[in-house]
């Protein structure tokens, strides 16, 4: 990442009050709460990343077809959007340091890593 486009990612950081800057020598940033009350969810969207499956905008009435209509499969998309974003709001970023974060996929990554290790 180019470090003007990380200053920008910390800016808006700090703006949502999710980061402190500290001024002078070894200065840099902290976390405003402690890890396990940073949610992932709130730090995407302090840095406007928006999650969206479908093109148009997620509540909306009408869709992302050329004549504004809702496609068959638009409300499973949508579904989705949300269930991602309700996923990402409820894991902090202890979580993810402290590898708590396991769904069937770390699962068999810690699987393969005892193997790797008894080997």
Same mark, same amino acid.
């Given at each position: ?47 406007? =990343? ?5 093109r148009c905008?997620?509540? $909306? &009435? #009408? ?6 209509? !809702?496609? @068959?499969?638009h409300d499973?998309?949508? =579904? ?9 709001? $409820? &894991? #902090? ?6 590898? !708590?974060? @396991? ?17």
């Amino acid at each position: 990442i180019s470090l003007p486009y990380l200053e920008q990612l910390f800016a808006k950081l700090r703006r949502n009050g999710l980061v402190k800057s500290v001024r002078g020598p070894g200065g840099g940033y902290l976390l405003a709460y402690d890890r396990d009350d940073t949610r992932i969810g709130d730090i995407i969207a302090a840095v406007d =990343e928006p999650i969206h499956a479908v093109r148009c905008t997620p509540g $909306s &009435v #009408s869709g992302c077809r050329i004549d504004r209509s !809702r496609c @068959l499969t638009h409300d499973l998309w949508e =579904e989705l959007s949300n269930q991602i974003h309700l996923f990402l709001s $409820s &894991v #902090s970023l202890g979580d993810v340091c402290e590898r !708590r974060v @396991l769904g069937t996929s770390g699962i068999a990554q810690r699987e393969i890593y005892r193997a790797a290790k008894a080997s």
